[in-house]
């Protein structure tokens, strides 16, 4: 740092400043420290600065392992997040939500202690998680990805999941469909909620009544959707189109539709929601809402580090656009 300041003509703090990305230096010559780091291959000691800073240079991602780990939506989230902390000192360590030390608060607490993260994101949150009120006690800088909870110290970054549903719901009456069904994700998670409840309001504004029968549980899963189609197809009337919470349980109605030899879209329309990579390449390619997943996990990281540096809580809700993907898994149902 001293080498830097000597050939930029500036102080050490000045260097200082501009290496840790605070305010406060004119943009001048904040690029011409830069480039001199650059020039002269200046290496942050991570280390060290943990120590001076007493911070351990880490951002958590916590997440359950179990169903989400490896999943198009983790992968694209970490990839928007990772994309924001490659430009920065710190680097990001994996937590799992499902196991013990993290749903006990005693364990918790000595967790953070020992393994310290400056701050987490946290990936498919349930809104009755106990370690929510752990963390808002520890005072950690927490951002939720996906969800929104009912929490008054806890940021989260999510999309207009309403809107979306909406939007597919539009389509289908343009289509001509009036009996709808819909497979439902887990009532505890947030999405899920809004989801249904864009779906009905939709429903109500367009004067169809929709049947209890027409609605079943898939677990935000493949084998959940499966199950789904399978009672749903089953219903007398059949339903015209079905629209599933996420893309996972419309893959498995599409697996049911096929059990019994229905042709999609000629005798079934099926509507997904998140637009996963793998939506696009199903046959015949999915209709979906697509969320900016990868959009949400910068949006986190930058909301985190914006903690880190200020030494303050982040709250509020951020809340990002949705589109819908029309593909050839709808059309006008048959006569």
Request: glycine content about 8%.
């Amino acid at each position: 740092m001293e080498d830097i300041a000597r050939e930029c003509g500036v102080t050490k703090m000045t260097v200082s400043r501009v290496l840790a990305g605070r305010d406060g230096v004119k943009q001048s010559t904040r690029e011409k420290v830069m480039e001199t780091a650059t020039r002269l291959n200046y290496e942050i000691n991570a280390l060290a600065q943990s120590f001076s800073s007493n911070r351990s240079g880490f951002v958590g991602i916590a997440t359950p392992f179990d169903g989400l780990l490896g999943s198009s939506y983790f992968k694209d989230a970490v990839n928007g997040f990772r994309r924001v902390l490659d430009d920065t000192v710190f680097s990001f360590s994996l937590f799992d939500t499902n196991s013990e030390s993290f749903n006990d608060g005693e364990k918790l607490g000595k967790l953070y202690r020992q393994r310290r993260a400056d701050a987490l994101l946290l990936l498919a949150v349930h809104t009755s998680d106990r370690f929510l009120e752990t963390l808002e006690q520890l005072r950690i800088p927490i951002v939720v990805v996906g969800e929104r909870v009912d929490h008054p110290n806890v940021c989260s970054v999510s999309c207009r999941d309403r809107h979306g549903m909406h939007q597919v719901c539009d389509h289908l009456f343009k289509l001509g469909h009036h009996r709808i069904a819909f497979v439902e994700g887990p009532r505890d998670f947030s999405t899920a909620s809004r989801r249904k409840e864009g779906f009905v309001q939709s429903c109500l504004e367009k004067g169809l009544e929709i049947p209890d029968s027409y609605f079943q549980q898939g677990h935000y899963n493949t084998r959940g959707g499966r199950e789904a189609g399978r009672i749903l197809l089953r219903q007398n009337p059949r339903p015209t189109a079905i629209i599933a919470a996420n893309d996972a349980m419309a893959y498995g109605v599409y697996e049911s539709a096929r059990e019994i030899g229905l042709r999609i879209p000629q005798d079934i329309s099926i509507v997904g929601f998140d637009n996963e990579t793998a939506a696009a390449d199903m046959f015949p390619p999915l209709t979906t809402v697509h969320q900016p997943v990868s959009e949400m996990g910068e949006e986190a990281a930058r909301i985190l580090l914006d903690a880190i540096t200020n030494d303050s809580l982040p709250t509020g809700q951020k809340v990002l656009d949705v589109s819908l993907i029309i593909r050839e898994s709808t059309a006008p149902p048959s006569a």
